[in-house]
């Protein structure tokens, strides 16, 4: 892990993923009068139902339309508050569908590509594409900042190792646009 000192530990934001298929899609009007929003409903195997707030500031990955029956990973950000609610809601970050990519991660890697919580350790070769989330090349190294992985297998090792199919350096992730 980069060093840091002990108080700076808690400043990096934790994402969670949730994977599930949808079954409902409903225009999100909110006070502005704009319809641009949708509120998606997504059935899980471990956690039931479980509705997202997918904005224009969400990142799709490959532009898929979103689409009833879809099977698709909903990233968030663990971190903010949410509303005590059942089913529980939040606001989707990123979307990934299930056929774009098996397996999703998101958050900090460190300057050796290991995540934040050390359970997943990224190999990247040259046949990696690393992009941007407007999906223009990074021509950087992925180190030390926020991504989002899409990865097809991993070892079984502590932390797994993958290679992944494609990483999405996710500069709008940085620390100042966090606490919105």
């Known amino acids: 892990m980069d060093y840091m000192e002990p108080w700076k530990l808690q ?78 809601q939040f606001g989707a970050v990123a979307v990934v ?7 999703v991660a998101a958050g900090y890697f460190d300057k050796r590509l290991v995540n934040t919580d050390n359970t997943l350790k990224l190999n990247v070769s040259r046949n990696v594409p690393v992009v941007t989330s407007n999906n223009q090349t990074f ?10 992985v899409m990865y097809n297998m991993s070892t079984r090792s502590i932390p797994a190792q993958t290679t992944p199919e494609k990483i999405v350096v996710m500069c709008q992730w940085n620390e100042d646009n966090l606490r919105r």
């Not at 949808?22 to 009007?29: A, G, W």
């Not at 021509?139 to 989002?148: R, T, V």
């Open 11 to 88: 400043e990096r934001t934790t994402y969670k993923v949730v994977t599930g298929r949808i079954v409902r899609i409903n225009p999100l009007q909110r006070s502005g009068g704009s319809d641009c929003s949708r509120f998606v409903s997504v059935e899980t195997r471990e956690s039931g139902t479980i509705n997202f707030v997918v904005t224009p500031e969400t990142y799709i990955a490959d532009f898929v339309s979103l689409s009833q029956g879809m099977e698709a990973h909903f990233i968030y950000n663990a971190d903010l508050p949410a509303i005590l609610i059942y089913p529980p």
């Open 97 to 103: 569908s299930v056929e774009t990519a098996a397996n």
């Open 139 to 148: 021509y950087g190294s992925p180190a030390g900042h926020y991504l989002l």
